[in-house]
């Protein structure tokens, strides 16, 4: 699959794609964020992994933002690290509740 792309232009098709595809990596964390809120409990999260995942979304972000990147670069990352950084807090909060 080969597309030909002219000094920097992005075909409209594959921007539309790209769009979508950020979109929905964005966004992936959204379940998981509406089922401890529900349930009130974190039970069963590992947070070790949110905060592996939290730290390398932040460095990520901040690279990118540094380096001067465009925001389609970055605001995916910054989405997904502010997802990351509410389940970590939800999950925190309820863990941190006492038991019924």
């Not at 921007?15 to 809120?37: D, M, N, R």
């Not at 939290?54 to 605001?75: E, P, Q, R, V």
Request: net charge negative; charged share 15%; glycine share 6%.
């Amino acid at each position: 699959f080969e597309v030909e792309v002219m000094a920097g232009e992005i075909p409209l098709y594959l921007q539309l794609i790209g769009y979508c595809l950020a979109v929905t990596g964005s966004t992936a964390f959204i379940p998981q964020i509406l089922k401890i809120w529900r349930s009130k409990s974190g039970e069963g999260l590992n947070l070790r992994m949110f905060t592996v995942l939290d730290f390398i979304t932040s460095l990520l972000s901040a690279f990118c933002i540094k380096s001067g990147l465009d925001y389609s670069n970055w605001l995916e990352l910054l989405i997904t690290n502010v997802q990351v950084f509410i389940i970590h807090v939800l999950a925190r909060y309820y863990l941190n509740q006492p038991s019924n």
